[in-house]
């Protein structure tokens, strides 16, 4: 008499296929964020209300060179190539990770109110604020690296400052270092961005209707700002 035991052999090589998958299957992604550290959203939750804030602000959407505005790290290897990462990646794309962080940082620094895509109350000076990230570098074990230009453009007046700014923070090994050397940049840059906020609020105020607003009149020159001194980067 003869057995059959196909099914059995069947279903046993189906078991040794999936064990054989799940030992071949993929490390787990881990996901890192720039946005403020739970300390820091303590003091933030702490501090008083900005509700009669002095001044309000506007931060735009910030951009970033396209080979970084993606959700996988992209860190360099040398001056000429990169490597990306599929399981160091972003919790949100690159340049809401900057924007969401610098948010956070400028509010609190200057005790006000981020109201980009929200109705503001009229007579509350606001400064819109405009950041182009044209280098964001990742060199594990060495260094974070941000270069922007940013602007503050008091709305009222038109009045305008356009600075650059390059953040350089040495790191330690790992990429917990590297996204902690990019916060420690995102945080020198909010201070710049909110030094140049505070000139721009102590100028002499031009309204846009003195300054040329009727045909024929000569327009009066903006006050001359100059750029906050930054202190030096990894200090």
């Known amino acids: 008499m003869t057995f059959r035991r196909v099914p059995a052999l069947a279903a046993l090589g189906a078991l040794v296929i999936a064990a054989a998958l799940t030992g071949c299957s993929s490390p787990a992604s881990r996901f890192y964020t720039l946005s403020p550290s739970d300390d820091t959203a303590r003091t933030a939750a702490a501090a008083p209300s900005a509700g009669n804030a002095p001044w309000l602000i506007e931060l735009a959407p910030v951009d970033v060179p396209p ?14 190539q990169v490597r990306v990462l599929e399981q160091e990646r972003w919790s949100s794309m690159p340049g809401d990770e900057i924007r969401r962080a610098l948010s956070g940082d400028l509010t609190q620094q200057l005790g006000t109110i981020d109201v980009y895509g929200s109705p503001h109350p009229e007579g509350v000076p606001v400064y819109r604020v405009s950041v182009n990230v044209q280098r964001f570098e990742s060199w594990p074990g060495s260094h974070a690296l941000i270069d922007a230009v940013w ?31 990019h916060r420690q940049a995102v945080e020198a840059l909010s201070q710049s961005i909110a030094s140049g906020v505070r000139a721009l609020a102590a100028a002499p105020r031009v309204s846009v209707a003195a300054n040329g607003g009727k045909a024929g009149m000569r327009a009066k020159p903006a006050p001359s700002i100059a750029c906050p001194q930054m202190a030096a980067a990894g200090s």
Do not use: H, M, P, W
């Not at 503050?152 to 050397?181: F, P």
């Open 67 to 80: 080979q970084v505005a993606k959700a996988q790290f992209v860190v360099q290897t040398d001056a000429n």
């Open 151 to 181: 602007s503050v453009r008091a709305l009222d007046t038109q009045t305008v400052l356009t600075c650059r700014s390059v953040l350089n923070e040495k790191v330690g090994d790992g990429y917990d270092a590297l996204v902690i050397g």
